[in-house]
């Protein structure tokens, strides 16, 4: 049996070279020219293995060859000596190598020593003079397996850490958008990957946000600028994610030169700078599509412009790329779900051997952004169906303007708003003058169509935004103006009557006009804690009853100081004379 050996030696260390593939390198921390002999012939001696062993007799020098070497387990010596004084030996090489395992050689046989090495990190405790070649060995192949146990462990637990911590904060959020692009960032970062992209490939699936997306990279770290216009990034994944509709499984290639792929397909690849590619599918539920669809109607569809390549267009008749893992469920569940996108990542600068548990991360993940998406497509759907709510809760049905809910609502709101900053609110009360002759001589359906009209006039006419045109009841309507002054009231006012006087609704039953005409009230004040909105309302209802008092089609102000517009006829008005009477 050979053993490689390099002897204690003050000169600068020397880097052994490996016999064997199977050989195990081991690292000899010993002062003692006598022990590191013995060493040396129990490894040299013992015939199931081949060891490169390199002795060194100081922690430095130890240190030093775990810099520039790796080494598959260390035997130490505790009483070697340590020129910067410092104690923990075992401490000391765990923070220099902490996947190398280290099996301690001491003379103190106690279990104290024992117990104390163990917990400082080392794998086991050997006596000196007290162990033979084969109790050596295996204490060394035992180090180097608990070890790997113990690295296997702690890396699946950092990543259920890691994976437990992205999936909290999917779950943490609404926002499509930031889940994907975080969730693309924190992948990159853990997998130590190049690049990293969410692809949505379905035109047929919900839109996750304002704006409708459909074929293209929805989420991305890594590319660099400008990327995602090149016209054979958008084949590839296309193409990818036909062949997992197709396969229900996952695309990992090592090697994307050397893996079964058209040619075709390898030089879109390799144009997009993809050497190592791991895909995972995102399934959303819904109704069932075939491959044929998917491929004809779907993934294509925005596909077929004047930039894109015809050879993509082409890829589809050629033959399948056969790179599978697990096949996915079979069952009659996944049947019903459909490919809403893709998770890739991918490496540019070398080829890459995935390991399963990559896979399974990235696999846990997409079901997780599945999960997150169609989270976000539920709260938008009920955000949407929220606002029609409060749409019929705050909107009259018949004419689309406010209704009397929400004006007495708005007002009340004004009323302490503008109470505060000291500002005058304005308030307007229409009444359709001759109304009911109206609906007895035209119908109600035609009645309807006025009211609706006459409505589309007022509200066309309140143009700010925190004006309100609302249907008071009946044939009534009022308008709420905050910050406006009597004038400024005023003003709006004749512009309702003039646009309703431009339609020309043809009322044959009206004493004033031959067409629909609009009597007003108006009354503006400076809102005061001491009253009530209904005191504003009161002022309205009393110049309105004013203004159908004095003939009909006309407008009064509830005021001492400001004119009233009657058929180009000015007419003072008092306050105290605006009373509120029930109409006739």
């Given amino acids: 049996m ?3 050996k390099l002897t204690c030696q003050p000169a600068p260390i020397a880097i052994v070279v490996l016999i064997s593939n199977h050989s195990l390198k081991v690292l000899l921390v010993e002062d003692n020219l006598a022990d590191a ?20 007799r100081s922690l430095e020098e130890g240190i030093e060859c775990l810099r520039v070497a790796e080494f598959d387990a260390i035997l130490l010596d505790l009483s070697v000596p340590d020129d910067l004084g410092r104690s923990d030996t075992i401490a000391i090489l765990k923070a220099r190598s902490p ?3 280290i099996v301690v050689l001491t003379d103190q046989n106690d279990q104290h020593t024992a117990l104390s090495v163990l917990r400082s990190g080392a794998q086991d405790c050997l006596v000196k003079g007290r162990f033979n070649r084969t109790l050596l060995v295996r204490a060394i192949h035992y180090a180097i397996e608990r070890q790997r146990i113990e690295e296997q462990l702690r890396q699946q637990a950092q990543r259920e850490r890691v994976l437990s911590k992205m999936i909290e904060n999917i779950r943490s959020s609404i926002d499509a958008t ?5 969730t693309v960032a924190e992948v990159r970062q853990f997998l130590k990957t190049d690049r990293v992209l969410i692809y949505r490939c379905q035109s047929f699936a919900e839109k996750i946000d304002t704006e409708e997306q459909k074929c293209q990279i929805v989420a991305s770290d890594g590319l660099p600028e ?11 994944l296309a193409m990818s994610c036909l062949f997992l509709a197709e396969s229900k499984s996952v695309q990992a290639i090592s090697d994307v030169s050397a893996a079964e792929l058209t040619d075709s397909w390898k030089e879109l690849m390799a144009d997009c700078e993809m050497v190592a590619v791991l895909s995972v599918p995102i399934w959303q539920s819904g109704e069932k599509k075939s491959i044929d669809e998917i491929s004809s109607n779907s993934i294509w569809e925005n596909e077929k412009d004047e930039d894109y390549p015809e050879d993509s267009m082409a890829l589809l008749a050629l033959e399948k790329p056969q790179i599978l893992l697990e096949s996915g469920s079979k069952s009659g569940s996944e049947n019903d779900n459909y490919l809403w996108g893709i998770l890739t990542a991918y490496n540019c600068t070398g080829v890459r051997q995935w390991q399963q548990w990559e896979i399974e991360f990235l696999k846990h993940l997409a079901n997780q952004v599945a999960i997150a998406i169609e989270q976000s497509q539920l709260y938008r759907k009920l955000a949407i169906a929220n606002q029609k709510l409060q749409q019929l809760a705050t909107t009259d049905g018949l004419t689309q303007i406010a209704n009397r809910r929400q004006f007495d609502h708005v007002l009340m709101l004004e009323w302490r708003r503008l109470g505060r900053e000291e500002l005058p609110l304005s308030l307007i009360l229409f009444d359709i003058d001759f109304f009911k002759p109206y609906n007895d001589f035209y119908g109600h359906l035609a009645g309807d169509e006025c009211l609706y009209q ?7 006419a309140v143009k700010r935004a925190g004006d309100l045109s609302a249907r008071y009841g009946g044939e009534e309507f009022v308008v709420l103006l905050p910050n406006t002054s009597a004038e400024g009231a005023n003003m709006i006012a004749r512009k309702i009557c003039d646009r309703l006087e431009r339609l020309k609704l043809p009322h044959a039953r009206s004493e004033v006009e031959p067409y629909v005409t609009l009597s007003c009230g108006i009354a503006t004040t400076i809102p005061s804690p001491q009253e009530s909105p209904d ?17 009909k089609n006309r407008i009064c102000h509830a005021s001492n100081n400001l004119i009233n517009i009657t058929n180009n006829q000015d007419t003072a008005v008092n306050q105290d004379a605006a009373m509120p009477f029930p109409y006739h």
Wanted: with cysteine.
């Fill in 226 to 236: 400008g990327y995602i216009d090149n016209p054979n990034i958008r084949s590839t």
């Fill in 99 to 101: 996947t190398v395992p």
């Fill in 178 to 182: 930031s889940i994907l692009q975080n």
């Fill in 535 to 551: 005191s504003l309302i009161h002022n309205a209802d009393g110049a309105l009853y004013q203004a159908k008092a004095e003939g």
């Fill in 37 to 56: 002999t013995l060493i040396a012939d129990l490894l040299g001696s013992f015939s199931d293995a081949i060891f490169c062993l390199q002795i060194v």
């Fill in 2 to 4: 050979r053993l490689c």
């Fill in 454 to 460: 006459v409505a589309k006039a007022i509200a066309s």
